[in-house]
């Protein structure tokens, strides 16, 4: 693959560390020494001579000063070239090819989930009012997902008011819409058209229609007090909502043209070059 | 040093040696000595990986009669208490003799040359650590004969490779086959830290003039994070061993459950030590990923300081999770959570270092020789080993599959799929630097596809009767269980496995015979290993090397288009 | 492309190009796996307190050896005052100094002798007795095998001092010594405050 010359012929010589026997004998010494108590103490005691003799060498043979042979060598100049002398670059596509030159940023869908999960609380309560005569029923519902031992509970107690279940309902709501809202902003790009009707409406169907499939199976005490009509049109509100804040964001132009490392801001040899920014390059 | 004349194109002054070497080869009692007392980091670093080699073929046989014992139901190929002490012996060969030498071979051999250095910084004790590691495991296979246990005359090990408590106890396992567990780690594990130490101040302080931190070639980086995780796991194993004998031979009461001592105190010791362990072996893979990818794919390695941060951050996470290891034992569900979302961190910035990977290749021109198949499997396996890692994470999901074939099939999938893999495309890759021989390239691409089959084979249908309940370090089972066909094609596996390392054993000794002459360059690389001849003269380097980027073979290569423009 | 003439030791290199001191780097990794050793054991000790079944237990037997603490960390002062006697080229002041070192660390297991003497003829307390006892001679053993290993490390030294062989050019092998010795009074700080103070 390359090939190397040689030229500039002289001499010189070099100093190595001398070859010694005391680390392997200290060694044998203290393997000895610990062989011994699994077989004979007699064999430890061995162990312990040699492990004398090779501390003591060893030392004579770092002090005062190391030992050291002199290899006396004959040396040239190395000459090093690749066969492959041509440098390729990596010559990016038009922009737009891929992926869409603007979009939204990330942190809209942040907004977003911030703005969809508020919006979300009304028809929850609204069916806690309707259906069990309590706002406080879908809260301890989810609530209780997060509280290990709430398995076997009566719908009056799930109707009644409890402190824990409000704050592990608003810790675990919260901490979902935006994550949500955050895959949500990571996805934008995606689907750049519609964004309300992808991301509002056929997002929660899909992702009911998934919890409506497998909650049976994940927990089925919580699947019985689901009301899945009513789950739906609680998360067509989040997406609804969310996706109407996304698309009152600006938009900012995409860079993902541009190699990770350097959006990153990491310095990386071969990635970017100093005259022609937008441009990645590779190396043949 | 040599002075340089005025430096030609790519040139290095006085660097190459062309001595006449009349001297006769010595005798074989003359050779033997020079290799039993020399301290050079070279001939150190061949002894490791042939040591580990060795090993690797002992601990692969143990592995083939388990195989053989599981094929069938209701087998009695091996007695039962044989069985113990080879499932016993197969685990620590595997992670103490085989795993741990290869890597500290690898480091050895090559961070010196890579950093333009003449030898280790403390080229004793890289002496003194090889002969530990050594004698220790010699001392552990002589229990084989000198082991006193329950059974008479030759006993080895037959508590596990983690010889939980109260097991060792004295009243459980009489003899000294225990002790011979326990001694001979600690004599290898006193070599272990020795050359963790040197490694580490062979990095720091015997870098070449230039070679800045941020400089230093990947490969280099990770083995200083690979010798920092010894540096913190392998000293709480020692502790806990010692804790063991004190138990065993002074009576003492650490893990004497009657006397008020504890057993989970053993596990909690071994674990803290036994999770970095898998890091302390991975890692040596991914610095091998990180070398071989860039110059098959010929592009420079993507992210480099994030490669650095992410290895950093997998060695600092992976000291706080060893008790997902113990899900079952019954901890708080504080406790259960804490592991099970520790543990999930890990995947950040292993993912990081996946994500590199992928992006280096991306775009590049790659080439697929050997090291590079061995490479893509690598990342391909690693990722599913990963996979199956972040379940087995889950804490009620470990409740199920706790101590099952699954988990077995899991870290197979680690040690096997993604490090032995890693390793053995390492040794591909840097086999012409150390004999000056390339390997056959026929063979080689033989043996890597055996093994691909025979790995998928063995590893991938083992997760199924672990899913269906099969414990593991079972010794046999009933017929009818749905357990029968999957052991078979596992077994089956296991020796397509076995042809496949015999394979690459036989191409490495035959192609230092018999191979092409390599060439001081033959993968058109860029660190400065390969700006030595093959094999290396003892010296390394005549004259000092001066680097003014991370690739400083580029640089001579390319004089019009260096790398440190760009830094 | 290559036969474009550009020398390659034309960039800029710092000027100086130094590396940290090889010994220092090592004793530094030394002492951090030797820290991770008394980590488990100072984990061991302060989990089993109080797991005893049966006694002694600290409360009754142990003595704060206030008297042997204060030789063994000043013994930290004395060698310090001895490596910046030696970097300045004062032999004789050197080997005073660091004789002295070693008459405070002697002290020290002269001190730990007599307490475990004590603790085994007077209250009968074996590291067989209880779990107690087991850790404590474990914890305070390891440290004291350390500090025998210090001592007889310091003691070469000073038989090359006398000896007359030691030099100014020797400070920074001195210092790297002397850095394993003020470990070890560290890690004495750890173990009192654990065994002494909290565990009593
Ligand atoms: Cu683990």
């Given at each position: 693959m390359s090939e190397q010359e040689n030229h500039g012929h002289h001499s010189d010589s070099i100093h190595l560390p001398a070859p010694t026997t005391w680390p392997v004998v200290l060694a044998f010494g203290l393997a000895l020494i610990f062989l011994g108590i699994v077989t004979n103490p007699a064999i430890s005691i061995l162990g312990g001579v040699l492990t004398v003799f090779g501390t003591v060498g060893w030392f004579r043979d770092v002090l005062p000063h190391e030992r050291h042979v002199d290899v006396e060598v004959e040396v040239m100049d190395l000459n090093i070239r690749s066969t492959r002398e041509r440098v390729a670059r990596m010559e990016l596509d038009k922009?737009?090819?891929?992926?869409?030159?603007e979009t939204y940023p990330i942190v809209s869908g942040i907004k977003g989930g911030i703005a969809g999960g508020f919006a979300m609380i009304i028809p929850a309560m609204i069916y806690g009012l309707i259906?069990?005569?309590?706002?406080?029923y879908p809260i301890n519902l989810m609530g209780g997902a997060g509280?290990?031992?709430?398995?076997d509970t009566s719908t009056a107690n799930i109707a009644a008011f409890h402190w824990q279940g409000l704050i592990a309902a608003s810790v675990i709501h919260a901490i979902t819409c935006l994550l949500v809202g955050l895959l949500y902003g990571a996805m934008l790009p995606m689907l750049p058209r519609h964004p309300i009707v992808l991301g509002g409406i056929l997002a929660p169907v899909l992702w009911t229609g998934l919890l409506h499939a497998v909650m049976n199976i994940v927990n089925p005490v919580f699947d019985q007090r689901i009301q899945w009509g009513w789950f739906l049109i609680s998360q067509v509100t989040f997406g609804l909502v969310a996706g109407w804040v996304v698309a009152h964001q600006s938009r900012i132009s995409a860079n993902?043209?541009?190699?990770l490392a350097v959006r990153m801001g990491i310095e990386s040899p071969g990635l970017m070059q100093h005259d022609h920014d937008e441009k990645s390059e590779d190396r043949h | 040093m040599a002075d340089s004349a005025l430096p030609a194109p790519g040139t290095i002054g006085g660097?190459?040696?062309?001595?006449?070497?009349?001297?006769a080869p010595g005798t074989f009692l003359e050779t033997l000595h020079s290799w039993v007392v020399t301290v050079d980091h070279k001939k150190l670093g061949i002894m490791y990986v042939l040591y580990a080699l060795v090993f690797l073929l002992v601990g692969g046989v143990e592995a083939l009669c388990i195989r053989i014992q599981l094929g069938?139901?209701?087998?009695?190929?091996?007695s039962p208490e044989v069985y113990n002490r080879f499932f016993t012996m197969h685990g620590t060969t595997m992670v103490f003799l085989m795993g741990m030498p290869m890597l500290v071979g690898f480091m050895n051999y090559l961070v010196p040359l890579m950093i333009g250095a003449?030898?280790?910084?403390f080229p004793r004790l890289n002496a003194f650590s090889f002969w530990m590691t050594a004698f220790g495991g010699l001392m552990l296979y002589y229990s084989f004969i000198g082991g006193s246990g329950l059974y008479a005359a030759g006993n080895a090990p037959?508590?596990?490779?983690?010889?939980?408590?109260p097991l060792t106890a004295r009243a459980f396992s009489p003899g000294h086959s225990t002790d011979y567990w326990t001694v001979s780690l600690l004599v290898s594990g006193v070599g272990t830290i020795g050359a963790a130490v040197n490694v580490i101040a062979t990095v720091f302080c015997m870098r070449?003039?230039?070679?800045t931190m941020m400089r230093l070639p990947l490969f280099a980086w990770l083995s200083v994070v690979t010798s920092a995780l010894i540096l913190m796991a392998i000293p709480p194993l020692t502790a806990a061993q010692v804790m063991l004998m004190i138990d065993r031979?002074?009576?003492?009461?650490?893990?004497d459950t009657l006397a008020?001592?504890?057993?989970l105190m053993w596990m909690h010791f071994f674990w803290i030590f036994g999770h970095p362990e898998v890091y302390i072996l991975v890692m040596p893979a991914f610095a091998v990923a990180n070398e071989v990818i860039p110059v098959f794919s010929r592009k420079?390695?993507?992210?480099y300081p994030a490669m650095v941060a992410a290895s950093v951050g997998i060695a600092f996470v992976s000291l706080g999770v060893w008790a997902h290891h113990m899900f079952t034992v019954g901890m708080t569900s504080v406790g259960n959570a804490f592991f099970a979302l520790s543990t999930m961190i890990v995947g950040i910035p292993t993912g990081i270092k996946i994500f590199n990977w992928l992006a280096t290749m991306w775009g590049g021109k790659i080439r697929f020789a050997t090291p590079m198949l061995y490479m893509t499997a690598f990342l391909f396996q690693f990722l599913m080993a990963g996979l199956t890692g972040i379940m087995l994470s889950v804490a009620p999901w470990n409740w199920q599959l706790h101590n099952s074939y699954f988990v077995v099939a899991h870290f197979h999938y680690v040690l096997v799929g993604a490090i032995l893999f890693a390793l053995m495309g390492g040794i591909c890759y840097w086999y012409p630097k150390v004999t000056g021989r390339m390997l056959d390239e026929k063979l080689g691409k033989w043996g890597f596809w055996l093994l691909v089959i025979g790995f998928h084979m063995t590893f991938d249908f083992m997760h199924i009767p672990g899913l269906l309940g099969m414990p593991r370090q079972i010794y046999t089972y009933e017929a009818g269980r749905g357990w029968d066909t999957w052991n078979l094609i596992v077994s089956i596996g296991a020796f397509v496995q076995a042809a496949a390392v015999l394979l690459f054993a036989y191409n490495l000794l035959v192609s230092y015979f018999r191979?092409?002459?390599?060439?001081?360059d033959p993968w058109d690389?860029?660190?400065?290993?390969?700006?030595?001849?093959?094999?290396?003269?003892?010296?390394?380097?005549v004259a000092d090397p001066v680097v003014t980027s991370r690739r400083p073979l580029w640089d001579m290569k390319h004089p019009e288009d260096p790398d440190w423009k760009y830094e | 492309m290559s036969a474009i003439p550009i020398p390659v030791h034309q960039v800029d290199q710092p000027a100086e190009w130094t590396q940290p001191y090889k010994g220092r780097v090592g004793m530094y990794c030394l002492i951090a796996a030797e820290s991770a050793i008394f980590a488990i054991f100072v984990v061991a000790y302060v989990f089993y307190?109080?797991?005893?079944?049966?006694?002694?237990?600290p409360g009754q037997v142990l003595e704060v050896p206030i008297f042997n603490t204060i030789c063994l960390l000043s013994s930290s002062i004395t060698i310090w005052l001895a490596e910046h006697a030696l970097e300045h080229n004062r032999i004789k002041r050197f080997g005073a100094f660091w004789a002295v070192t070693i008459v405070l660390g002697s002290i020290f297991m002269i001190g730990t002798g007599m307490e475990w003497n004590k603790l085994i003829y007077?209250?009968?307390?074996?590291?067989?007795?209880n779990v107690f006892g087991t850790t404590y001679y474990s914890l305070v053993g390891l440290h004291a095998s350390h500090v025998i290993v210090g001592l007889l490390m310091l003691l070469a030294v000073l038989v090359f001092t006398l000896m007359g062989h030691?030099?100014?050019?020797?400070a920074e092998r001195v210092k790297t010594l002397a850095l394993y010795w003020h470990f070890v009074d560290a890690i004495w700080v750890v173990v009192f405050t654990v065994v002494y103070v909290i565990g009593r």
């Open positions: 922009p737009g090819r891929y992926a869409p030159t259906a069990q005569h309590s706002i406080w509280i290990a031992n709430w398995t993902r043209n541009l190699p | 660097a190459i040696d062309v001595t006449p070497h009349h001297k069938r139901p209701e087998n009695h190929f091996l003449r030898d280790m910084a037959d508590v596990g490779w983690f010889a939980y408590a070449c003039k230039g070679m031979y002074l009576g003492g009461h650490f893990f008020g001592g504890s057993a420079p390695i993507f992210g191979g092409e002459v390599a060439g001081n690389a860029w660190t400065l290993e390969w700006a030595t001849s093959s094999p290396p003269p003892e010296y390394n380097f | 307190l109080g797991k005893s079944m049966y006694g002694p237990t007077h209250d009968g307390l074996t590291i067989t007795t030691m030099k100014e050019e020797h």
